[in-house]
């Protein structure tokens, strides 16, 4: 009975072998891994279930302390926008509506989608904004500088980059401006009059909305998502999209439905363009050509959401207010209105209806608490968002964990997180200079 025992384990591990060394091979490795990890996912989800974790921040108890004015330029390099171009000021003429047509879709518009790659929303639409104006390159060269995805390197039959959960709009707003002749203008505070009169002009837009679908987990949940929008149709009320995703190629969206999308991201949106075409852009943009403007309006916008909404829609507004008061520099009222948004997060319902992956695309509670001296908030919020995560591949919440550990004078704890970001992102421009401002190399 022994030996039968011992032949059976030594055939159960030889078994056990092959299947490890078959599931290594590349084509069978691109096939199996996604599933393999979406198991996973589910697994860790069902035990640990993300959205019944809840950031209650406790300004009270946090030590407030001044901010060094020299600190203020890594703020910069994680808000980058466009190159300086002509505003509308106050002392320019406002611009008379001119009447559009009933229905704008605009041609040679190359459907790009994001099959095949895993968190790809950000690269696909840049490639579908740039291939609009002619640029020849593809969806995977924006994705080796905006997700280089370092981790992913040694297994080359892999997404390079997969790990990487989101691209931020600035990077995308960067790669126009450091890799191709295009210009860009980023901007808050966008509505669906202003989307028509761009795309009537011949500009498409992308912006960056909020939706609920099924994810890797299988769980219907909030997730963000990239939409290019080239047309419109008064006589239905929709936007004419590009939807790399799941509804592909001019899909119709209802106004409305857009509109409560796009609220959950501050109404956040980019226009990329050849540069003899600026005069055309700042002239539809009017008043919003001043990103200053833009963040006051989005600020206005978010305080009348807020009087009027409930529910998820309301956690939205407060996070919005946050949004717009960080960008206009006012980092403690900015601070107060995230701790409005955290606890209307906490009264919504656990049935997947809270949006738990929120700082995965938007940073500006990190901000607004590090520039308040709230440390401790800064550390709490990284940690959870972190653990949500899976796997801690978000530079962004690993950035400001560091910059909060070493302002509590944890310098060492400090210098791994911001090395990590790093090390995940070669490219993340705030990381490399956090470290560089300490005398250390990544």
Known sequence: MKRKLIKFLIVIFILIFIAVAIYWIPPVHTRLSWRLESVMTRIKYAFNPPDESIFLPSPMTQTSLPVAASETPTMTALNSTTPVLPVVTSTTPTISPTPLPDFVSLPNVIYVDQ??????????????????????????????????????MNLDFIQQGRSDKNVMPYELSDYVQEYTNFNVVLRYGGDIDLLKRLVAAGFPVVAEKGYFGEDSSGTISWMGHYQ???????????????????????????????????????????????????????????????????????????????????????????????????????????????????????????????????????????MAYYYSGRYGDVINLADLTLKNAGTPTLEESLYWRGMAEIALGQTSAGIDDLRESVRLNPNFTAGLQALANLGVTP
């Open 115 to 152: 099959l095949n790659r895993w968190n790809y929303c950000g690269p696909a639409n840049l490639a579908m904004a740039l291939n609009y104006w002619g640029w020849k390159g593809t969806r995977d060269d924006i994705a080796a500088v905006v997700k280089p995805g370092i981790q992913d």
């Open 228 to 366: 290019f929008v080239t047309g419109y149709e008064d006589g239905v009320q929709s936007l004419i999209v590009q939807d790399s995703y799941h509804d592909g190629p001019n899909f119709r969206i209802p106004y409305d439905k857009f509109t409560e999308g796009w609220r959950s991201f501050d109404f956040i949106f980019f226009i990329v363009y050849p540069p003899e075409r600026d005069f055309e852009v700042f002239r539809i943009l009017n008043q919003l050509a001043d990103p200053n403007w833009g963040y006051q309006h989005a600020l206005e916008m978010a305080e009348s959401d807020i009087k009027t909404l409930s529910g998820i829609d309301l956690y939205f507004a407060w996070f919005n207010k946050g949004t717009s008061l960080v960008k206009m520099g006012q980092y403690a009222e900015a601070a107060q209105a995230y701790d409005q948004a955290f606890l209307q997060y906490s009264k919504l319902s656990t049935d997947n209806k809270r949006p738990w992956r929120m700082m995965w695309y938007q940073t500006g509670p990190y």
